[in-house]
C-alpha cells in the first residue's frame, strides 16, 4: 500500500495505543501499591527510561530506515534469526491480549449504567452478556480494519479526540481540588507497613507504569506506511512526552484529593470515584463515557498494530510467507483474520477461567519485556560498534548512553515482572517454536542451530513447569 499516514495520523496511532483504559484505573492501581513520594520517584524512573526508548526508536528509524517492523526487526538484525522471531512472537501475543482487555473493560465499564445489585448484566466484563458482545466488538472492528489501514487511521484520530475531553476536565478538576496537606500526609508510607520499604514500593508500581506505555512503538511498527520517514520518530518523542504529563498529573493530583489508603480502596475505574468526589455524580458518568470511547480506540490501534507485526514478519522471513498477504485494500488480510480468530479464543478462554483485566495486563505486559530490551539492546550495539556512525561521530556518545539507559531499564523490568508472570510468558511463547519452524521451512532456511536448540529446550522447560503451576493453582489465571 503506498504510504500514507502523515505526522497527525502516527501520533494519534500512537497515543491512541498508549491511552486506553490504563489511564482511568491509574490512581487506584498505583495508589494500592505505594506512597506519593515513592510514586513520584516511581514516575522518574519511569520516565527517564521510557524517553531513553523513545529516542532510542527515534534514532533506529533514521539509522536502520530498511527495517520496517521495527521492534522484532531491530532484535533480528542485532540478534539472529531466533531471538527476531521471539521478539515478534512475544510482542503479536501481548498484542492480542490487550484487545482481549480492552474487549472485557469496554463492558465492565458499561455496568455502571446497567448493572444493579439485583441484576448483573456485565459485571467485570466477563459474564456471558460481555462475552458475546464483547465478540461482536472485536469482529466489528476486524471488519472496519479490512477496509484499510487509513480508514482506520481516520477513525483513530476522531477516538483519540474524543478520548482526551474527559480526561482533560478529570486533570482540571483534581488540580482546582488539589490539598497539599493531603498530597504529603504519610509522604513516603512508613505508616503502613503493608506497602513495604519505599524500594519495595517503586518496585510494585513499575508493572502499572509500564503497561500505560505499551504502544510507545506504535509508529515504528507502521513505519512502512508513513508519508515521511522522520515522522515515525518525531511521532513517538512527542506522543510519550504528551502521555507521561498525562499519567503523572493524573496520579499525584489524584493524591492531593484523596490519601494513599482512601485511593487505594476505590472501585476502578477510579478516575470516576475521584472525579464524582470533587464535582458530583457527572463526574463519574463523564469518566465512564470517555473510558469506553478511549478503549475502543485503544482496541482500533491495537488491532492495526496486531494485523501489522505478523504481515511485516512474514514479508521480512521471520513468519511463513502467507502472513504477508493483503487484500484489495491493501490491509493485511491473513494477518488479520489470525489476529482476530485468537482473539476470540483467548475470550472464551476469558470466560471459563473467570479471569479479569489485571491478570491480563500482568501477562501482556510481561509478554512485551522482550522485545523492548532487545529494542534497547540493539541501539546499544550500534552505538558501541560505530555501525551507521561513519559521517555523524560526534552522536555516538549520546546515542550510546540513551541506549545504556533503555536497555538497563527494560532489565530492572524484567526483574520486577516477577518469577511468576515470567513462567506464564514462557507457556505463551512456546507454541511459537512451531511458527518458527514453518517459517523457515517456507523460506527454505537451514534447521535450528546448536544456540537456537539450546534456547529452545530451555523455554520448553520453563513452558512446562508453568503449566503444572497453573494446574496446581500455584499461578493463579485471575
Request: aromatic share 12%; net charge positive; glycine share 10%.
Amino acid at each position: 500500500m503506498d504510504k500514507k499516514l502523515g505526522l497527525g495520523a502516527l501520533i494519534s496511532l500512537v497515543i491512541g495505543s498508549m491511552v486506553g483504559a490504563g489511564v482511568f484505573s491509574l490512581p487506584q492501581n498505583i495508589a494500592a501499591h505505594a506512597s506519593a513520594g515513592a510514586v513520584a520517584l516511581g514516575w522518574a524512573i519511569t520516565g527517564i527510561g521510557m524517553i531513553c526508548l523513545a529516542l532510542v526508536y527515534q534514532n533506529l528509524s533514521m539509522r536502520r530506515p530498511d527495517l520496517d517492523g521495527g521492534i522484532f526487526s531491530y532484535a533480528k538484525a542485532g540478534f539472529g534469526d531466533f531471538v527476531g522471531f521471539n521478539a515478534a512472537w512475544g510482542y503479536w501475543l501481548c498484542q492480542l491480549l490487550a484487545n482481549v482487555s480492552y474487549a472485557i473493560v469496554v463492558f465492565s465499564a458499561l455496568s455502571y449504567f446497567f448493572d444493579t445489585p439485583d441484576n448483573v448484566i456485565f459485571g467485570d466484563g466477563n459474564t456471558p452478556v460481555a462475552i458475546t458482545l464483547a465478540s461482536l466488538l472485536i469482529w466489528s472492528v476486524h471488519a472496519l480494519v479490512l477496509r484499510g489501514i487509513q480508514v482506520a487511521a481516520l477513525v483513530n484520530i476522531v477516538t483519540t479526540i474524543a478520548k482526551m475531553v474527559p480526561l482533560i476536565v478529570f486533570c482540571v478538576a483534581i488540580l482546582l481540588a488539589f490539598n497539599m496537606q493531603t498530597f504529603t500526609l504519610d509522604f513516603w508510607g512508613q505508616g503502613n507497613g503493608e506497602l513495604g520499604s519505599v524500594m519495595d514500593q517503586v518496585k510494585s508500581t513499575m508493572k502499572v507504569t509500564l503497561w500505560v506505555f505499551i504502544g510507545i512503538e506504535g509508529a515504528v511498527v507502521v513505519s512502512a506506511r508513513a508519508r515521511h520517514r522522520k515522522d515515525v520518530g518525531r511521532a513517538t518523542v512527542l506522543a510519550l512526552l504528551g502521555a507521561l504529563a498525562l499519567y503523572v498529573m493524573v496520579t499525584l493530583f489524584s493524591l492531593g484529593v484523596m490519601n494513599q489508603p482512601q485511593l487505594a480502596a476505590l472501585k476502578n475505574p477510579s478516575t470516576a470515584m475521584i472525579l464524582e468526589a470533587v464535582v458530583g455524580p457527572w463526574g463519574a458518568w463523564l469518566i465512564n463515557i470517555g473510558l469506553v470511547i478511549s478503549v475502543m480506540g485503544a482496541l482500533l490501534s491495537w488491532t492495526v498494530l496486531a494485523a501489522e507485526v505478523p504481515y511485516i514478519a512474514g514479508k521480512t522471513g521471520v513468519f511463513p510467507a502467507w502472513f504477508a498477504k493483503e487484500n484489495k485494500n491493501g490491509s493485511p488480510q491473513v494477518s488479520l483474520w489470525c489476529s482476530t480468530c485468537l482473539v476470540q479464543v483467548f475470550l472464551i478462554i476469558i470466560y471459563f477461567q473467570n479471569s479479569t483485566y489485571l491478570a491480563l495486563v500482568n501477562i501482556a505486559t510481561s509478554a512485551a519485556l522482550v522485545p523492548y530490551v532487545f529494542s534497547g539492546a540493539y541501539g546499544l550495539k550500534l552505538a558501541l560498534q560505530g555501525q551507521t556512525y561513519e559521517n555523524q561521530p560526534h552522536q555516538r556518545k549520546r546515542d550510546l548512553l540513551l541506549a545504556l539507559v533503555a536497555t538497563v531499564y527494560g532489565c530492572w523490568l524484567v526483574y520486577a515482572a516477577g518469577v511468576e508472570y515470567l513462567l506464564l510468558v514462557a507457556l505463551l511463547y512456546s507454541p511459537g517454536i512451531f511458527i518458527y519452524w514453518k517459517a523457515r521451512q517456507h523460506h527454505g532456511l537451514r534447521r535450528l542451530n546448536r544456540l537456537e536448540q539450546g534456547m529452545t529446550a530451555a523455554l520448553l522447560g520453563c513452558a512446562v513447569l508453568a503449566f503444572y503451576k497453573v494446574m496446581d493453582g500455584t499461578i493463579p489465571l485471575h
